[in-house]
C-alpha cells in the first residue's frame, strides 16, 4: 500500500487559516468515511486531532476542521497560532483491513 | 485514562528479532484494537499492525511475512515481534489504542527508539 500523498510543507501568518490536503485513492480515501489527522511536535508522540473526516475528539480547538471530496481530504487550521507550528499527519482505513498514514506536512507559522 | 508504555531493547543486531510490550493501564484492553506504528528518524509514520483482544490480527502487507503481534490480557499487554530486522527498520515504535471499528489511534503510547546495528 502507498503512503497518502501530502504537501511537504505549508505556511501561513499568524490569524490567517491554512489547509493541508491528503490524496489517496479509491480503496482507501475516497472509498471510506474513515480519515484522521494527527499533529507532531518534534520529539513527541502524534496527538489526535480529527477523526472519521469531520468530527473532533473533545479537547481539540475548534480551530481545526476535516473534510473531504473524492480521493482527498483535507485539514484546515483557522485563526493559525504559532503553537501550531508542527508536523501533521493523515491517516485512513483501507479496503484491505489496513491503514495507511500520509506522507506528512510541517505547517510553519511565520 | 487510558495510557499506553513501550518497553523493550533499544539495541538489536542484524538479522535478529525485535521485541516489544506495550503495558496498557488506566483501562481494559477488551472490545479495543492495539496497533503498532513506527517513524525513522526524520521520516514519516508508518502502520505496522494491529491485534484484537481476542488476538486476531491485520498486518501492514509490506511487513506482513516478518510481523508477530499478541496480547496477553492476562498482563493487560500486547506485543511487537519483527524478524531478520535491517538498519531499515532503526526507528521510533510506538504503540496506540486502534483499529476497527475506531478507525484512529488514540491514545499513543511515548515511544522508544530502536536502533538496528551491530
Known amino acids: 500500500q502507498s503512503a497518502l500523498t501530502q504537501p511537504a510543507s505549508v505556511s501561513g501568518s499568524p490569524g490567517q487559516s491554512i489547509t493541508i490536503s491528503c490524496t489517496g485513492t479509491?480503496?482507501?480515501?475516497?472509498?471510506?468515511?474513515?480519515v484522521s489527522w494527527y499533529q507532531q511536535h518534534p520529539g513527541k508522540a502524534p496527538k489526535f486531532m480529527i477523526y472519521?473526516?469531520?468530527h473532533r475528539p473533545s479537547g481539540v480547538s475548534n480551530r481545526f476542521s476535516g473534510s473531504k471530496s473524492g480521493n482527498t481530504a483535507s485539514l484546515t487550521i483557522s485563526g493559525l497560532q504559532a503553537e501550531d507550528e508542527a508536523d501533521y499527519y493523515c491517516?485512513?482505513?483501507?479496503?484491505?483491513?489496513?491503514?495507511?498514514f500520509g506522507t506528512g506536512t510541517k505547517v510553519t507559522v511565520l | 485514562q487510558v495510557q499506553l508504555q513501550e518497553s523493550g531493547p533499544g539495541l538489536v543486531k542484524p538479522s535478529e528479532t525485535l521485541s516489544l510490550t506495550c503495558s496498557v493501564s488506566?483501562?481494559?484492553?477488551?472490545?479495543?484494537?492495539w496497533s503498532w506504528i513506527r517513524q525513522p528518524p526524520g521520516k514519516g509514520l508508518e502502520w505496522i499492525g494491529c491485534?484484537?483482544?481476542?488476538?486476531?490480527?491485520n498486518y501492514n502487507p509490506s511487513l506482513k511475512s516478518r510481523v508477530t503481534i499478541s496480547v496477553d490480557m492476562s498482563k493487560n499487554q500486547f506485543s511487537l515481534k519483527l524478524s531478520s530486522v535491517t538498519a531499515a527498520d532503526t526507528a521510533v515504535y510506538y504503540c496506540?489504542?486502534?483499529?476497527?471499528?475506531?478507525?484512529?489511534?488514540?491514545?499513543w503510547g511515548q515511544g522508544t527508539l530502536v536502533t538496528v546495528s551491530s
Open positions: 496506540a489504542r486502534g483499529g476497527p471499528p475506531f478507525h484512529w489511534f488514540d491514545p
Open positions: 488506566g483501562g481494559s484492553m477488551s472490545h479495543f484494537y
Open positions: 491485534v484484537y483482544y481476542t488476538g486476531s490480527t
Open positions: 479509491s480503496s482507501d480515501v475516497g472509498g471510506y468515511n474513515y
Open positions: 472519521d473526516v469531520i
Open positions: 491517516s485512513s482505513y483501507t479496503s484491505s483491513y489496513t491503514y495507511v
